[in-house]
């Protein structure tokens, strides 16, 4: 009697645990789509996913992350931003402007996250920055307010500079929005812009031409999926017609371009993470504020300086958080 009534103990107490045990196991694994224009994953993703691990996320084990990237492709955006849909995730991390688009187009209940997209006030993607109603809030970068102050850098590395050529996306509607911004303070710095319009790969090389023909005296671009996929062609066009270079990213530089100047992107996805978890977490979209860029940085290479026959004044040397010798 007394060993089945021990027996019974036993079995009851394995039962109980298991009963225990069993929701434990059972993590939600979240889906998080991720939507980019861009042809691959690079140190960007990485700072993004870091963000989450900082943050309790492990891929695996409570989250999950679908890619979804266009290759440059901007024609495929809206029907990859679908495919997120489909696949039913609980949040859609964009990009850039036009991948906000895309996944805006494709869902207006999914919360949507910016991880740097343009002016998201000015194009429409929010309502405000404080209250962004709808499903898309995330990090603005407000590209076209730094326009001056790049310019302003490259004319002080090319003293004598008169005209710059801006190499764009013409098939990219948002960096219209930039050009126009970018001629009204050239025009306050007295400088003549050169528009370098391409919409494809094939377009580049034949934009170089132009800008060297005309006598363009420095290469200003403006950052989008199609510039970003072909950013060693543009480095390596900008180093052969010796055209110093002033780019938003750091990468470019890291690559072989002459200087950059723009926000911290690794910083802004990695505070993208932020908006993942506060809204599995139950916040709103519509009242989650947009946040702004805090950190900068002005990148120069001094290995492309020399290359091209440029010396860059000691002053704004000094000037810079990081010099690549």
């Not at 930039?178 to 319009?197: F, I, M, N, Y």
């Not at 055209?243 to 910083?267: C, I, K, T, W």
């Not at 977490?281 to 989650?288: H, I």
């Amino acid at each position: 009697m007394r060993k089945s009534l021990s027996l019974l103990i036993i079995i009851v107490a394995l039962a109980s645990g298991a009963a225990i045990a069993e929701p434990q196991q059972r993590t939600k694994v979240h889906r998080i789509g991720y939507l980019a224009s861009a042809s691959g994953l690079g140190p960007l993703e990485e700072a993004f996913r870091q963000g989450l691990r900082e943050l309790g996320y492990v891929e695996g084990k409570n989250i999950a992350i679908e890619y979804r990237l266009a290759q440059g492709k901007l024609d495929r955006l809206v029907d990859l931003a679908a495919e997120l849909v489909r696949l039913k995730v609980d949040i859609i991390i964009v990009q850039s402007t036009l991948d906000a688009f895309a996944a805006r187009r494709a869902t207006t209940t999914i919360p949507i996250v910016m991880a740097a997209s343009g002016d998201a006030v000015g194009t429409g993607l929010v309502a405000s920055l404080a209250r962004p109603g709808g499903n898309v809030t995330g990090l603005t970068v407000l590209a076209r307010e730094l326009s001056g102050k790049r310019l302003e850098l490259l004319k002080e590395a090319v003293p004598r500079l008169s005209r710059v050529a801006v190499l764009w996306n013409a098939a990219n509607p948002d960096k219209a929005r930039d050009l126009e911004e970018t001629e009204v303070q050239a025009r306050a710095l007295g400088l003549r812009l050169q528009s370098l319009e391409v919409r494809g790969p094939n377009d580049i090389e034949s934009a170089f031409r132009a800008a060297t023909s005309k006598g363009a005296g420095a290469l200003f671009t403006l950052t989008d999926a199609l510039i970003i996929t072909h950013q060693s062609r543009i480095v390596e066009l900008a180093a052969k017609g010796r055209l110093p270079a002033m780019h938003e990213q750091r990468e470019f530089v890291e690559a072989g371009g002459l200087m950059s100047y723009g926000p911290n992107d690794a910083d802004l996805f990695r505070r993208a993470a932020t908006y993942v978890d506060k809204i599995l977490k139950g916040a709103k979209p519509s009242e989650l504020p947009v946040e702004q860029p805090t950190r900068f940085e002005f990148v120069i290479n001094l290995k492309t300086a020399k290359k091209i026959g440029l010396t860059i004044p000691p002053e704004l040397l000094v000037r810079a958080d990081k010099v690549i010798k």
